[in-house]
């Protein structure tokens, strides 16, 4: 009984409690910019964007597609140089001054009304926009709705306390036909705090079952340098397609 489905995820979802209570303020996301301890940026870009962008964009041009927690992820270039229209969100203004400044981009900035202390800065070619605010500021008032969501590491960095709130900003973003790949953290959450948090599928269907059809795409052993600095022997990223039922 022990080695059953039922009881693997019922062990999966106690894992998931120990994290539970665990909460990384506003200025600890802060200070990892400030200093440069950013090891969950990818320099190279996530190899799965490129496997599943055909998925992403369903063979459709000039898509609106939102990166959530965007930080300064070399994929809003490649969007955009594809004709697309980027829309980030992010708290660090450094790590947003970056992205334009290492992808060789002009910009503008200007506040935004609807946010209290918001900024949005939008390349000169008019395609990328990128809200310096918690993304709990945005709404589909101020954005729109969009055609596609990358969610490499967002669901898997907000407090395991907010995932239900931020569960539900995700939904209000999504339009119709908008895909949403997610990336998920699967390892052993009794030897790392998070974040990356370990949310398990169980988690996964918990938010968004009930609003979206979920599709598994692939599960990459990604156990690197990183995750084993942390006592881990094992990490996985988990991938997923959601499309509003």
């Not at 999966?12 to 200025?27: G, S």
């Not at 935004?112 to 202390?117: D, F, K, Q, R, T």
């Not at 990358?150 to 209000?172: F, K, M």
């Not at 599960?219 to 996985?236: T, V």
Request: net charge neutral.
């Amino acid at each position: 009984m022990e080695n059953s489905p039922t009881a693997a995820s019922n062990e999966k979802c106690d894992d998931a409690k120990l994290q539970a209570d665990r909460v990384v303020p506003k200025e600890e996301w802060l200070q990892k910019w400030e200093i440069k301890n950013i090891g969950f940026h990818n320099e190279e870009g996530h190899a799965s964007f490129k496997k599943y962008l055909d998925l992403l964009l369903n063979g459709r041009n000039g898509q609106k597609i939102f990166f959530p927690l965007c930080g300064k992820t070399i994929e809003m270039k490649w969007l955009s140089d594809l004709g697309h229209h980027v829309i980030g969100v992010e708290i660090s203004e450094s790590a947003l001054k970056e992205f334009f400044a290492e992808q060789n981009l002009s910009f503008t900035e200007e506040t935004v009304a609807e946010i209290p202390g918001g900024k949005l800065f939008k390349s000169t070619t008019g395609n990328i926009s990128l809200y310096c605010c918690s993304i709990y500021d945005l709404t589909s008032t101020i954005t729109g709705k969009f055609d596609g969501i990358w969610d490499r590491g967002s669901l898997v960095a907000v407090n395991p306390s907010e995932r239900e709130r931020y569960a539900q900003l995700i939904l209000s973003l999504m339009n119709k036909k908008c895909c949403c790949l997610l990336v998920t953290c699967e390892y052993d959450p009794r030897k790392h705090k998070g974040p990356p948090f370990y949310v398990p599928d169980s988690e996964v269907k918990s938010l968004y079952g009930k609003y979206c059809d979920i599709r598994f795409l692939e599960k990459i052993d990604s156990l690197s340098n990183r995750p084993k600095k942390w006592g881990l022997d094992y990490f996985f990223e988990v991938l997923h397609v959601l499309t509003l039922k």
